[in-house]
């Protein structure tokens, strides 16, 4: 039997007239097949093609009318309906944002302005966030390790650090002198730093005048044995004795030593000379069988009971110190071992090499374990009231002595010491307040919930109201830096949360999702592809790079080599060379004392002189400075001076100059320095982090022609 091929064309046939209708005309050579078989799948053929088509349509059909019917119902009106059915309304899209930079959000659809892709819808969850908000997950806020703290109010402690040196007491020294003439026999202490007791014997002296005073002394006895009372003989006898003996108190002799002339009715040409007060002496100035005159000094004693502490405090530090504050200190001789004293003297002026102003601190010595000389470090403990007001629970309201400030009244007096006036503490820095509840406690964070980026400073606040945990960035104004944390001038509320743990890791998601965050806030302009400063076109147009156009054409030219110099140092602090940086800032300063000197001295050039004089200061701090940190210290402050100075008067090297700002150096206070356009080079960390920047700011050239 023949293969069956569904596939075969089937062949024509006809069957013959009153023959079998079973019978098939085959052709020759062919096996025969019944007729009615080879119909009957001839037609489950035609079937099957017809079924297969039939259905195609009805799927294109269903699809047809499905996708009609959302056409339909999407571009409904409110309140219409197909056979009786509520419509569909689709949710109106609120935000619309980029796929690539999702920092852009705008109410309409459009272009991004920075790759010009088209804006897609922001999601319903985002869109109802404002632009500062991010909101996290329970467990990603678990994962986080997210911790929070109210924002309080309290009374901080600001710690003002100091350190200094112990001295003697300048009021407790006494000179002892030769008051009147001879010469110097024996010397009881013959050589320095003996201690000695009020009443010892000192010097043994022989002396001429002495013993004629002591004879007068005797005479006016004689004269008044000899004379009647009441008469007048007996009255100026009395009186030459009482002169008499007053010559020689004044001359030092003791009471003791003039009753013992009168009683044994002589004089003597030796005296001896004793001890006024106590303590140690410091300074033998002569030596025996010197002769000397009337006011010739012979010791020198400092009473050791009481210490001077003299510290220098920073400038930054002045505005938490005052007079009368107890300070706490430490010595190495005595480690983990407090003493304490006031500060009975502030400076009126600052040391301008070191920048700094001396207190002296008066402290009790029981005992002399203090000595002078000795290296201490000091605390002072500010308590801060609302306003930067500095107060001493212990003196509120109070008068105090401006010599002694351990003498103290509740009102006007006299100092039982020195006899002034005393003065009210409002006179001395202090508030005006009486009590500690007359005053207003600051608001405080802990120190660790600002991130501080050196230009502003960022917290992240828990939005209160919502199931989920949601974070908003919030821009603060710090104030000082406390015990306790912050305190916060500007930007939070009492009883607000913020972030003290995990507000990094908050802070990086807020970035991946462009919402404001440390590197961005969201109320700045979008910086462009190869701008560093977004400015308005007006604004770039009347003043290119941001260089102030009100300067002679003439004088970036001057100023030439000075960015040369400047941009030498920058580069030598880059590499770590301390040596060539040093040279650079002797350069940098003979170069800006030669264009300081040949100004002219008029109003038009005080502003770039008074700048050019703060880079002169910094220059001769560098000169002092014992290592690299110094000189990056010092290059601190002498691109504060010179990044005013770039924008008064420019420049006109052939590259650009860029300002660049790091968040970290100086621990995290964060520094700006000027460098060529190109990579980063950090001249405050150098190797270490030598790409730590952010540029800010580019400053072209002024330069006419090439």
């Known amino acids: 039997m023949a293969e069956f091929d569904p596939f075969a064309k089937p062949e024509e046939e006809s069957p013959r007239l009153g023959g079998d209708p079973t019978e098939s005309r085959t052709t020759p050579g062919a096996k025969a097949r019944p007729p009615l078989t080879k119909r009957i799948l001839q037609g489950g053929r035609v079937l099957r093609r017809y079924a297969v088509l039939v259905a195609l349509s009805l799927v294109f059909f269903a699809g047809w009318r499905l996708g009609r019917g959302t056409a339909t119902s999407s571009h409904a009106q409110p309140g219409s309906a197909e056979g009786g059915a509520e419509p569909r309304v689709e949710r109106a899209v609120s935000w619309w944002t980029?796929?690539?930079?999702?920092?852009i959000r705008q109410p309409n659809p459009g272009k991004?302005?920075?790759?010009?892709?088209d804006l897609i819808p922001a999601s319903e969850e985002e869109s109802s966030l404002g632009p500062r908000q991010l909101r996290?997950?329970?467990?990603?806020?678990?994962?986080?390790?997210?911790?929070t703290a109210p924002v309080r109010r309290l009374f901080p402690v600001r710690e003002v650090h100091l350190w200094g040196r112990i001295d003697f007491d300048e009021t407790r020294w006494t000179t002892i002198s030769a008051r009147f003439p001879g010469r110097l026999d024996r010397l009881f202490v013959d050589y320095t730093g003996v201690p000695v007791r009020k009443g010892d014997h000192l010097v043994e002296i022989y002396s001429p005048e002495l013993n004629v005073a002591q004879q007068e002394l005797l005479r006016a006895m004689a004269s008044l044995d000899s004379s009647a009372p009441g008469s007048s003989a007996y009255s100026i006898a009395t009186s030459l004795l009482k002169s008499s003996e007053e010559k020689l108190r004044l001359w030092g002799i003791l009471p003791k030593q003039i009753a013992e002339i009168k009683a044994r009715r002589a004089s003597t040409d030796h005296m001896t000379i004793y001890a006024p007060q106590g303590?140690?002496?410091?300074?033998?100035?002569?030596?025996?069988?010197?002769?000397?005159?009337?006011?010739?000094?012979?010791?020198?004693?400092?009473?050791?009971?009481?210490?001077?502490?003299?510290?220098?405090a920073f400038e930054a530090d002045l505005p938490w110190?005052?007079?009368?504050?107890?300070?706490?200190?430490?010595?190495?001789?005595?480690?983990?071992?407090?003493?304490?004293?006031q500060v009975a003297f502030i400076q009126p002026t600052l040391d301008e090499k070191t920048r700094t102003i001396r207190l002296r601190v008066n402290v009790k010595n029981p005992g002399g374990r203090l000595k002078p000389g000795m290296l201490a470090r000091g605390v002072i403990e500010s308590r801060l009231a609302a306003g930067d007001q500095v107060f001493e629970p212990g003196l509120l309201g109070k008068w105090v002595c401006p010599m002694h400030p351990d003498v103290t009244a509740e009102g006007p007096n006299r100092c039982a010491r020195c006899g002034m006036d005393l003065v009210p503490l409002?006179?001395?820095?202090?508030?005006?307040?009486?009590?500690?509840?007359?005053l207003t406690p600051p608001l405080v964070i802990p120190a660790s919930a600002p991130l501080i980026t050196g230009m502003r400073s960022l917290v992240y606040v828990r939005v209160a109201g919502h199931d989920g945990p949601i974070f908003e960035s919030r821009q603060v104004v710090l104030g000082a830096r406390v015990r306790e944390g912050y305190v916060v001038l500007k930007g939070l509320n009492e009883g607000e949360d913020v972030v003290i743990r995990?507000?990094?890791?908050?802070?990086?998601?807020?970035?991946?999702?462009?919402?404001?965050?440390?590197?961005?806030?969201?109320?700045?302009?979008?910086?462009?592809?190869?701008?560093?400063?977004?400015?308005?076109?007006?604004?770039?147009?009347?003043?290119?790079?941001?260089?102030?156009?009100?300067?002679?054409?003439?004088?970036?030219?001057?100023?030439?080599?000075?960015?040369?110099?400047?941009?030498?140092?920058?580069?030598?602090?880059?590499?770590?060379?301390?040596?060539?940086?040093?040279?650079?800032?002797?350069?940098?300063?003979?170069?800006?004392?030669?264009?300081?000197t040949a100004a002219p001295k008029d109003a038009s050039s005080q502003p770039w002189r008074d700048l050019a004089r703060k880079m002169i200061a910094a220059c001769d701090a560098a000169a002092k400075a014992e290592d690299i940190e110094g000189l990056r210290s010092e290059f601190g402050?002498?691109?504060?001076?010179?990044?005013?100075?770039?924008?008064?008067?420019?420049?006109d090297l052939p590259r650009p100059i860029v300002r660049v700002h790091c968040p970290m150096a100086f621990s995290n206070r964060g520094a700006d320095w000027l460098q060529e356009e190109g990579d980063v080079a950090n001249p405050y960390f150098g190797t270490r982090m030598l790409r730590c920047g952010v540029p800010e700011e580019t400053y072209a050239s002024r330069r006419s022609s090439p």
């Open 279 to 312: 303590g140690i002496v410091i300074t033998k100035h002569a030596k025996e069988g010197d002769y000397v005159q009337t006011g010739s000094p012979i010791y020198t004693i400092a009473d050791m009971s009481e210490l001077w502490v003299f510290f220098d």
């Open 98 to 103: 980029c796929s690539m930079h999702p920092q």
């Open 136 to 147: 996290m997950t329970p467990e990603a806020a678990a994962l986080a390790d997210v911790e």
């Open 321 to 341: 110190v005052r007079y009368g504050q107890p300070v706490t200190f430490e010595t190495e001789a005595y480690p983990g071992e407090k003493f304490t004293g």
């Open 426 to 438: 409002t006179e001395l820095g202090y508030p005006t307040a009486k009590a500690e509840e007359e």
């Open 502 to 596: 995990g507000n990094f890791k908050i802070d990086s998601a807020a970035q991946l999702a462009g919402l404001s965050s440390m590197m961005h806030d969201g109320d700045e302009p979008i910086m462009r592809p190869g701008h560093h400063h977004a400015q308005s076109a007006d604004a770039a147009a009347a003043t290119p790079s941001g260089v102030s156009d009100v300067v002679h054409p003439d004088l970036a030219a001057t100023f030439r080599p000075v960015w040369q110099a400047y941009l030498a140092i920058q580069r030598d602090l880059a590499g770590d060379d301390a040596t060539a940086a040093r040279t650079g800032f002797q350069s940098l300063r003979r170069m800006l004392l030669e264009r300081d």
């Open 637 to 651: 402050r002498l691109s504060q001076a010179a990044a005013e100075l770039i924008v008064t008067i420019g420049h």
């Open 112 to 117: 991004c302005p920075i790759c010009f892709m």
